[in-house]
């Protein structure tokens, strides 16, 4: 994937955290330390999306809708 070059401003307190992991080489660079940080809170974002929007869904409808698909294959599989 091709990275694109950004500017960030960040409060002096957390540059000097981000450089205290780099100098521990916990990151290999400040870039990495928040890239790292973004993608993990995107893909947090994303997973608290979907929660939200699959408690937005009726159990039995959902169950319905998702039985409505296969229903041949659903008569091979054991009842529990």
Not at 18 to 47: G, T
Not at 48 to 75: C, G, N, Q, T, Y
Request: proline letters at 4%; hydrophobic letters at 40%.
């Amino acid at each position: 994937m091709a990275k694109e070059k950004i500017a960030v401003t960040l409060d002096g307190r957390f540059v000097g955290e981000l450089d205290r992991l780099v100098d521990r080489r916990v990151f290999r660079s400040r870039s990495q330390a928040i890239e790292e940080a973004v993608r993990e809170k995107l893909q947090r974002m994303k997973r608290s999306r979907l929660a939200e929007e699959s408690a937005k869904l009726e159990p039995a409808s959902e169950r319905a809708l998702s039985e409505e698909a296969f229903p041949e294959d659903m008569k091979q599989w054991p009842a529990y």
